[in-house]
Each structure stands twice: as C-alpha cells, then as structure tokens.
C-alpha cells in the first residue's frame, strides 16, 4: 500500500502496528453477551477501572456531562435486573435466567445540571460505552449495553438523586455463551441476530468492503479505492474467515 504521497509518520514502528492489532482484537472480542456464567463476579476494581478509560474520552464541548452508578451487590443486582429488557428479537426469550444472569452492572447517567436533554450527548454517551466495554474485553469479562429498560424502575432501585437520568445499563460477567460474528447476507441485507443449532449467537456484520462509499470515477481517490477494497477484503479473510 506504500505510495509516494504516504506520510511516512503512519505506523513506521513495529510498536504501532502491535498497538493497532491490539485494539482490532479487542474490538472483534468486544461482542454483546446476553448469558453469563453466574458463579464468578467481577472484581469492583475493574469496574472502576474500565470507568477511568470511560472519563479519557472525547466529549462536547468537553462538558462532561456523564456520571457512573456502579451496582454489584447481590440484592441490588437481583433488584435491577426485572427492569431491564433483553435481546428483542428474541419474541420467546425473556433474558438470562437464574445462574446466567449479570453480577454486576455500570449504570451511565447524565448529570442533567450541566447538559438537560439527552439527546445532545449521545455522542458522548457511545464513546464512554465503547471505552467501558473495550476495557472489560480487556479484562477477560463480557459486557452487554441496554438501552431498552423501565427508566421510573432502574431510578427506584437504585436510588438516584433526580438530577441523574439514566441512558445506558451495562451489564456485566463472565461470558456464559460463544458469540461470533457472521457475514451478512448481502441478498437479504437481514441484520438481525440469532442463535444457530448450536445456540451460538450470530452476529451479521456488514463486509468492510460494503462501509466505505466509492468516492467516484472522477477522484483522485479512485485509483487507490481498488486497493483500499482489496486490503478490508483480505482483513475480512483474515479476521473472520469469511471469503
Ligand atoms: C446503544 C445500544 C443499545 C442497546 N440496547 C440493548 C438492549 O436494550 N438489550 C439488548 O439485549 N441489547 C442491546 N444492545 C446490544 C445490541 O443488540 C448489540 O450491540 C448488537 O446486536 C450487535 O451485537 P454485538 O454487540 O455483539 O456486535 C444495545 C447496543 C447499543 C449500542
């Protein structure tokens, strides 16, 4: 992929690719887990760790507007979890039962006193999502965000002083199922999930290849855009096995 006009900074040292191969792990590991193994708990520490990365990224306006309720106890868990509500698709799943629930939750809140419409900080809300999850694929655990939950429900339980609205749940535990990504049928462009015969979770994502919009045969971006294909294809192979 060298090219004349290359900027010769970009991933020179072998440190950076291992960087970059790190975070592509991380990412392809970083599945929604629905069903976990009951007995083991995550350690609070790494709750509050994988918050640290949480409060590292970017934000609006740098406001910050974000807040953190942990939840590991075992009443309190036992009290959230009726109030959330588990993988849609599934019309005769009502979530884990007894042995594969979470043992533990991050409850992401908005501090409505600095910033007072949600909708504003959606943003802000996916970044600190995505670094809360990636941290716990870190640490070995599984996570999965909830954003479908009786709001009235989750402030009883667990208290919150009115000036917290809570946006996201992430559940937490060891991963009690296997979750694998899929191709996505590109005839059917069918995007929902589901479990195999070996009740594995299947993920269809979309071919790299089909992300990126063709930028036109008059660009000069064009003569590089077969290449660009041919490299996301071979990640595609190389990454998920698929063709
Ligand atoms: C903003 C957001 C809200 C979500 N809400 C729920 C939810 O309420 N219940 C649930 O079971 N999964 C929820 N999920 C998980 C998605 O269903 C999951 O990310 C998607 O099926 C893709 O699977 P993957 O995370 O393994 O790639 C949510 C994910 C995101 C990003």
């Given at each position: 992929m060298k090219k004349d006009n290359d900027w010769v900074g970009i991933a020179t040292e072998t440190e950076q690719w291992l960087d970059y191969h790190v975070i592509d792990r991380l990412m392809r590991d970083n599945r929604s887990i629905?069903?976990?193994?009951?007995?083991?708990q995550v350690p609070y520490e790494q709750l509050a760790m994988v918050v640290w990365l949480a409060g590292d990224s970017a934000s609006a306006r740098n406001a910050q507007p974000l807040r953190y309720r942990y939840v590991f106890e075992r009443p309190e868990c036992k009290a959230l979890f009726p109030h959330l509500r588990w993988?849609?698709?599934?019309?005769?799943w009502d979530g884990p039962a007894e042995g594969e629930r979470p043992n533990a939750y991050i409850v992401q809140c908005l501090d409505t006193t600095i910033i007072k419409d949600s909708k504003e900080v959606q943003c802000d809300a996916g970044l600190q999502l995505q670094a809360i999850t990636l941290g716990l694929t870190a640490f070995g655990a599984g996570s999965c965000i909830i954003g479908a939950f009786d709001r009235k429900g989750v402030r009883e339980v667990l208290d919150l002083d009115e000036v917290y609205e809570p946006l996201y749940v992430v559940a937490v535990g060891k991963a009690g199922e296997e979750v694998r990504m899929v191709p996505m049928d590109p005839l059917t462009d069918d995007y929902r999930y589901y479990r195999d015969e070996n009740d594995v979770q299947c993920v269809p994502k979309r071919a790299i290849g089909d992300l990126v919009i063709h930028p036109g045969r008059?660009?000069?971006m064009c003569k590089y855009y077969d290449e660009i294909i041919e490299a996301q294809k071979k990640r595609d192979r190389e990454s998920h096995g698929w063709i």
């Open positions: 629905r069903r976990f193994d009951q007995r083991f993988a849609g698709y599934y019309k005769d008059n660009s000069v």
